[in-house]
């Protein structure tokens, strides 16, 4: 990843059912952003961009992505590398489905280096 060519990283998730929760934060910024930061709250579709300023580049910035699955139907995450044109690759594309009685948690770490 190049944010100096204009690179960055966009993340989406999407959730069928009850309301989603999940937090964005670094080990440097703190937290960033959570489902409650985005003014349509509760919706189906979450995105937002990281790295897209050259001013958010931190060297060796641990970011972490928390999500909490509960009593959701079907959940979706993904993170993808664009550029000035687009999109460029997926980098992680995850699918959950469960029950109305499930309790999970999943946490996603990526490393800027």
């Given at each position: 990843?190049?944010?100096?060519?204009?690179?960055?990283?966009?993340?989406?998730?999407?959730?069928?059912?009850?309301?989603?929760?999940f937090?964005?934060?670094?080990?440097?910024?703190?937290?960033?952003?959570?489902?409650?930061?985005?003014?349509?709250?509760?919706?189906?579709?979450?995105?937002?961009?990281?790295?897209?300023?050259?001013?958010?580049?931190?060297?060796?910035?641990?970011?972490?992505?928390?999500?909490?699955?509960a009593?959701?139907?079907?959940?979706?995450?993904?993170?993808?590398?664009?550029?000035?044109?687009?999109?460029?690759?997926?980098?992680?594309?995850?699918?959950?489905?469960?029950?109305?009685?499930?309790?999970?948690?999943?946490?996603?770490?990526?490393?800027?280096?």
């Amino acid at each position: 990843m190049s944010p100096g060519a204009g690179e960055f990283l966009f993340f989406r998730v999407r959730a069928k059912g009850p309301g989603p929760r999940f937090q964005f934060a670094t080990d440097v910024k703190g937290i960033l952003l959570n489902q409650g930061t985005f003014p349509q709250h509760p919706t189906t579709i979450y995105e937002w961009t990281y790295l897209r300023e050259l001013s958010d580049v931190q060297q060796f910035e641990l970011l972490s992505i928390g999500l909490l699955f509960a009593s959701n139907r079907d959940y979706r995450y993904q993170i993808t590398l664009h550029g000035p044109a687009g999109p460029i690759r997926d980098l992680l594309d995850i699918e959950y489905s469960g029950t109305p009685t499930d309790f999970e948690t999943e946490v996603v770490r990526v490393l800027i280096g």
